[in-house]
């Protein structure tokens, strides 16, 4: 089993930055690929971000590209996403996630375990 808390979300103006963390706790964290979703008022869950067992590969979704940044500190069991030149669009409730691989993929259900979320919340 692995546990997930997330945090450091909030309420930031367009053009900001806010960056979560997502704390695990439970079975050995460095086997584990780890995501990003998000889940925005009357949208289904989508991928934001991915990042390797170990670090070394990160995918991202097209629309977040060029402006957030996926990164992980095994050593501290924790996951990052920096998020930066934010835009309303990206107000949502963002999870994370851990697979039982060392790559995962960009569909929710190659995830086994789920955060409770944090609220993103984006002003024009």
């Known amino acids: 089993q692995v546990q997930l808390v997330e945090s450091g979300g909030g309420l930031v103006q367009a053009g900001g930055s806010l960056r979560l963390s997502c704390a695990a706790s439970?079975?050995?964290?460095?086997?584990?690929?780890m995501a990003w979703f998000r889940q925005a008022p009357g949208k289904e869950r989508e991928f934001v971000a991915k990042?390797?067992?170990?670090?070394?590969?990160?995918y991202y979704a097209d629309s977040v590209k060029g402006r957030f940044t996926v990164s992980r500190d095994n050593a501290k069991n924790t996951v990052y996403l920096q998020m930066n030149s934010l835009k309303p669009e990206d107000t949502a409730v963002y999870y994370c996630?851990?697979?039982?691989?060392?790559?995962?993929?960009?569909?929710?259900?190659?995830?086994?375990?789920w955060g409770q979320g944090t609220q993103v919340t984006v002003s024009s």
């Open positions: 996630a851990a697979a039982q691989t060392l790559y995962g993929g960009i569909q929710d259900r190659e995830y086994d375990y």
């Open positions: 439970g079975r050995t964290f460095n086997s584990n690929a």
């Open positions: 990042i390797s067992a170990y670090g070394g590969v990160t």
